[in-house]
């Protein structure tokens, strides 16, 4: 499999250069047990949004959309500010 | 005198544009191969590089086609099939014992009594083959290479050409790949010539143009593996045309494998490009066009040509074709000859495309619509490079006579076909994997269309059953060191003292991605330097991040349990990361610096996630923080042992008495004019100074600190010695010590986690864990015996956990060790034994526990 990322920095790079981050998902609050957040994944067929970092690269983050189907990234992504 | 090969240790020249095929037939070799199971003798067939027939040991490569190989002058070439050779093989009597070898017999022969089968397979594999592998040569010697592109084109025909130059015209950064020389396969000088003009107007057009570059397959993406001779290419492309051509079909009857036996692509290229005749006397039968119109080219080549269009019933001969009988309205007629060509029909060379059904792949030219003429080709091709491409035309098969050769390179004839039907196997796919059809070198080329026909006209009721089988990479035979290709171009990193320690005598290891010292030498007398004197360990491969901006303590505060906010400037603390579960992920330092700023050093394995962990953190809480990893910018070398101080104050003017730089506190300091931050920490237990400075500088102060500390009986040490020593401490290693999903309590780190804070990555997790029993736990062990890594726990006869560090300690007097162990009934047992020896459980450190000597 190879899979090209669109990374907002570095342009498409093959998938190889990146670590995968998983699901994006919205932050528990500080105190609230976030037992589901850390043990349950929703892993359904489609588009989901997930984080991916570019470790071979510019070493920073985005959150982009990929179809779990047809591996299809949207190219609309968003860079980390971090 | 001309060029010329050695073949078997003959001489046989070479005329310019040669393969070794041509050249070996002109020099009228007619056996080019025996048959992998009954060792009858196979000849040129394709010419195309589509059919197992002509593989050679060439330049000592096993299994390469001749027919697609340019001869070169001191070539040599050997026949490896066949014993004592593939002239006179006398393993050709397997073909008379047809009956005792049954399609799938050693399945089903040779199994009892069981030790048989051992005997069997030796001679079994002895006796078949395709030739053997080189010995003693290194594999993957070839670099991979990535390449982008928007579109990819495989196969350097009219079809593919033009598609090329038309994308590359209208801007798009083109490649196209060529099995061969541009039309090295091609018998007609008008398609020879389209072709040259077509190269050109592709190259004018940007298209870069590869020669004997094979494509592998499509993999998802659409990602195609290229291999070429020096290279192997790693291609993502937008998209593909698959622009591969065909190759006319096999027709199966009596006879069909004789040597004589041409397609007739085949027998024109050897008489039109290399001048030679195929034979004197030649049955052409030809249901095609272009089969009619190369039989009058062969004509023209001074072979007696005979035309027929009625189906083959059988060729006769021994060794090679002596006569053929074919159908005519008239009926049967027998006609005396040396050669039969065919063209009943077409194959269309689709693997690719088939492989990527659901990717980026379009097929132009003769693989969609086969036996096209040049200007359909050239028109389908830059319909292609326009995006509308083709669906592939429908090939009707050429029909099954009673018996004959499915599949050359497997040898399974129609008559071990139907013995499989008959034993139940009813469908192409299992028909493939119960009698090898199409899993040979030509991967179903000449062999995947008649499997399919025959399994099809059988098994009405099920419809998949006559299906083609799956197409999966390789789509041609490629060598198997071209798989490996690019596995060797591992990155080691390396310090700045590396070549330091190489000169001083260091055995390295790798550890992770670093190569660093085992030892110098003797790692007890390392061990002792340390206790006694002193002792320099590299550790530059830490990771080393700067963490600065508004938000660096809250974010330090949030993501690590450590306590933070009341952690003064010059101060440091042990922290461990843990993971939203609460696992521990790493281990490592963290350093208050002034202005709000930290320093955090974390394992030298664990540093490329800190960085992404951190980085994800700073993203998902919107905070202000600037994180700079100086892992590789930065070198570190730590000083530690009773004596590490007086060596230290040789060097600097700056106060580094245990009252300025106690215990776990760190300063800017200034070591042989090297500007260093001095961090005290206890990692081997001893009094310790890690000297984190400017890469640049690490051999000199590595130099200055050997030197000043040969008094004081100081010498470099390495991983070896540091096992030890931080075991005698009971310091755990990350990763080896410890298991995925173990939490602080598990490891006794409890003490590192301020529960108390208002909230941390993991706490959660950790506060629904503290209401449950602890199933397992770290412990220190003494071993009465060897020490042993990674051997089982027992308390009785039961496995209660493993020893996951041991070591023979001078200083503990005895073989001491960690390990888990799981509770037994609540509680966890004490006397244990591992290997057979004694083992209790006891308190840690094993060394020092009171740590006077860490705070002296």
């Avoid at chain 1, 670590?19 to 037992?35: C, I, K, M, S």
């Amino acid at each position: 499999m190879s899979l090209m990322v669109p990374c907002p920095r570095c342009g498409p790079r093959p998938q190889e250069e990146f670590t995968f981050g998983g699901e994006l998902r919205a932050l528990p609050a500080e105190d609230v047990d976030d037992f589901a957040r850390v043990y349950l994944r929703r892993n359904a067929p489609g588009p989901q949004p997930e984080r991916w970092f570019h470790a071979f690269g510019c070493r920073r983050w985005m959150s982009l959309t990929r179809d779990t189907v047809t591996n299809r990234i949207d190219p609309d992504v968003t860079p980390s500010g971090g | 005198m001309g060029d010329a090969l050695r073949f078997e240790g003959r001489r046989v020249a070479v005329e310019p544009g040669d393969t070794v095929a041509s050249a070996l037939y002109r020099a009228g070799v007619r056996t080019f191969t025996r048959s992998l199971k009954y060792h009858r003798r196979r000849g040129l067939f394709c010419m195309t590089g589509d059919c197992p027939n002509c593989s050679l040991n060439v330049d000592g490569d096993p299994g390469v086609r001749a027919c697609t190989t340019d001869a070169r002058d001191g070539q040599v070439v050997l026949r490896e099939s066949g014993w004592p050779s593939a002239e006179h093989d006398l393993l050709h009597m397997t073909d008379r014992l047809r009956r005792f070898l049954p399609v799938g017999f050693y399945s089903k022969t040779f199994i009892r009594p069981r030790f048989v089968w051992g005997l069997a397979e030796r001679v079994i594999r002895r006796a078949t083959g395709v030739g053997r592998l080189p010995a003693g040569r290194a594999a993957g010697a070839k670099p991979a290479r990535a390449v982008h592109v928007d579109l990819l084109v495989v196969g350097g025909g009219v079809a593919g050409l033009a598609a090329a130059a038309e994308a590359g015209a209208a801007g798009s950064r083109v490649m196209l790949v060529e099995e061969r020389r541009l039309g090295a396969t091609v018998w007609d000088a008008r398609a020879v010539a389209r072709i040259e003009a077509l190269a050109q107007e592709a190259t004018a057009a940007g298209v870069r143009i590869l020669e004997r570059h094979t494509a592998v397959g499509v993999y998802e993406g659409p990602f195609v593996p290229v291999v070429g001779p020096d290279e192997v290419l790693h291609i993502e492309a937008a998209r593909v045309i698959a622009a591969t051509g065909a190759v006319e079909a096999h027709a199966v009857f009596p006879g069909n494998d004789l040597p004589g036996v041409f397609l007739s692509r085949g027998a024109a290229l050897l008489g039109v490009r290399h001048g030679v005749r195929p034979g004197r006397r030649a049955v052409v039968v030809a249901t095609t066009d272009e089969g009619r119109t190369s039989a009058e080219a062969l004509r023209s080549t001074g072979v007696e040509v005979l035309i027929h269009d009625g189906p083959v019933i059988a060729a006769e001969g021994s060794g090679r074709v002596r006569a053929v009988i074919i159908e005519t309205p008239s009926g049967r007629e027998r006609i005396t000859c040396d050669t039969l060509v065919l063209s009943l029909g077409w194959a269309p060379r689709d693997a690719l495309l088939r492989m990527g059904t659901d990717q980026e792949v379009a097929g132009a030219g003769e693989v969609v619509i086969p036996g096209c003429s040049l200007e359909e080709a050239e028109a389908s091709g830059r319909r292609a490079a326009n995006g509308r491409g083709e669906a592939a035309s429908d090939v009707p098969t050429v029909p099954l006579a009673s018996d004959g050769y499915v599949c050359l390179c497997e040898d399974v004839s129609l008559h071990d076909l139907e013995q499989a039907w008959d034993e139940g196997w009813r469908s192409s796919e299992i028909l493939k994997r119960y009698t090898t059809a199409t899993m040979g070198p030509c991967q179903g080329a000449v062999c995947g269309r008649p499997l399919a026909a025959f399994a099809g006209a059988r098994a009405d009721a099920v419809a998949t059953a006559g299906a083609r089988t799956t197409a999966r990479p390789p789509a041609r035979p490629i060598p198997l060191e071209d798989l490996a290709a690019g596995v060797d171009e591992s990155i080691e990193q390396r310090t700045s003292l590396h070549d330091r320690h190489l000169e001083l005598g260091a055995r390295t290891e790798r550890s992770g991605s670093w190569s660093r010292p085992t030892t110098f030498g003797d790692i007890e007398q390392e061990i002792s330097a340390v206790r006694h004197r002193a002792g320099l360990l590299d550790v530059g491969t830490l990771g080393k991040f700067l963490v600065a901006g508004r938000d660096a303590a809250e974010l330090m505060d949030r993501v690590f349990p450590v306590r933070v906010r009341d952690l003064a400037p010059g101060r440091s603390r042990y922290l461990v990361a843990l993971d939203g579960a609460g696992y521990v992920m790493d281990d490592g330092l963290l350093a208050a610096l002034d202005r709000g700023r930290f320093y955090l050093c974390s394992t030298s394995g664990g540093a490329p996630a800190m960085e992404a962990w951190l980085r994800d953190w700073i993203d998902r809480w919107d905070l202000h923080v600037h994180l700079l990893d100086q892992t590789a910018q930065l070198g570190a070398i730590l000083l530690a042992g009773p004596n590490a101080r007086t060596i230290l104050e040789r060097l600097t003017g700056d106060d580094v008495s245990a009252g300025a730089l106690p215990h776990m506190r760190h300063a800017e300091i200034t070591v042989a004019d090297v500007p260093c931050r001095a961090l005290r920490v206890g990692f081997v237990g001893e009094v310790g100074f890690e000297l984190h400075h400017d890469r640049s500088r690490g051999p000199e102060l590595y130099d200055a600190l050997l030197e000043a500390g040969r008094p004081e009986g100081a010498q470099p040490f390495g991983l070896g010695a540091l096992d030890t020593l931080r075991l005698e401490k009971g310091h755990l290693y990350l990763g080896q010590d410890t298991l995925p999903d173990d939490h602080p309590a598990k490891l006794g780190l409890q003490w590192a986690v301020a529960m108390d804070k208002p909230g941390f990555v993991g706490k959660p997790a950790l506060e629904r864990m503290r209401a449950l029993p602890l199933e397992r736990t770290m412990v220190g062990l003494r071993i009465d015996g060897e020490p042993r890594r990674g051997i089982p726990l027992l308390a009785g006869d039961r496995v209660v956990g493993r020893v996951t560090s041991s070591a023979r300690s001078e200083a503990a007097g005895g073989t001491i060790a960690l390990g888990w162990i799981r509770a037994v009934d609540g509680a966890f047992p004490t006397e244990l034994f591992a290997g057979g020896s004694r083992t209790t459980v006891v308190p840690t450190p094993f060394y020092d526990p009171e740590g006077a000597r860490v705070h002296a």
